[in-house]
């Protein structure tokens, strides 16, 4: 039996960070992004928003970037215009759907994320994305200070550290009263 109830008027799936120059790191990128388009798919046919994150920054983002920054020396490796920084085709939005451009590594501080949830009336965000130790726990801790409900797709988050993401998603956001559940159980609780 599924305990997990979302109400999909107020609830919005986050994919983040699913661009090819990112997921050229996963083992099985296919793979990964099928197990996303069915969770993306279920979400849609429930009525829940689907939103999607992307990080990249324009030549003048990039050069006032302090050098002490981890994000010192951008301009290359995530420049805007690259179709590397862009959306993966395999899991491009849909028209009306949430598309937003960070210029850092959570979803929310360079961005108008919590306005555009906001004026859609989502209190629930169900996470996803690469990296778990990146985009995800930033989010996870910036969305929980902005009084969200979380729930993250264990199986629809990936890093390069599989102990990093166990301890995330076994410990560290069950703590911080984050729902860790899997992508059939999310589709399942939709049905």
């Known amino acids: 039996m599924n305990d997990l109830a979302l109400n999909p008027s107020t609830t919005a799936l986050l994919l983040m960070d699913l661009q090819p120059g990112i997921l050229g790191r996963l083992p099985d990128s296919d793979g990964f992004l099928a197990g996303l388009a069915r969770a993306r798919e279920a979400a849609r046919a429930a009525g829940l928003t689907v939103g999607y994150v992307r ?4 030549e ?11 994000f010192a020396g951008a ?16 899991i491009a939005p849909a028209d009306g759907e949430i598309v937003v451009r960070k210029k ?19 209190d629930t965000l169900v996470l996803t994305g690469v990296a778990t130790s990146g985009v995800v726990l930033s989010t996870v801790r910036d969305a929980a200070d902005r009084d969200y409900r979380l729930v993250v797709l264990e199986d629809g988050c990936w890093d390069a550290d599989p ?9 560290v956001f069950a703590r911080g009263g984050v729902t860790v559940t899997s ?9």
Do not use: C, M, W, Y
Request: charged share 25%; hydrophobic share 45%.
């Open 55 to 58: 990080v990249a920054v324009t």
């Open 163 to 171: 102990e990093v993401h166990r301890v995330l998603t076994e410990k």
């Open 104 to 122: 850092r590594v959570g979803a929310f501080s360079t961005t108008d994320l919590q306005e555009r949830l906001a004026a859609r009336g989502v």
């Open 60 to 70: 003048e983002e990039a050069a006032a970037i302090p050098a002490t920054s981890r």
């Open 183 to 191: 992508i059939d159980a999310f589709i399942e609780s939709l049905a």
């Open 75 to 90: 301009a290359e490796r995530l420049n805007a215009a690259s179709p590397h920084t862009q959306i993966d085709p395999r």
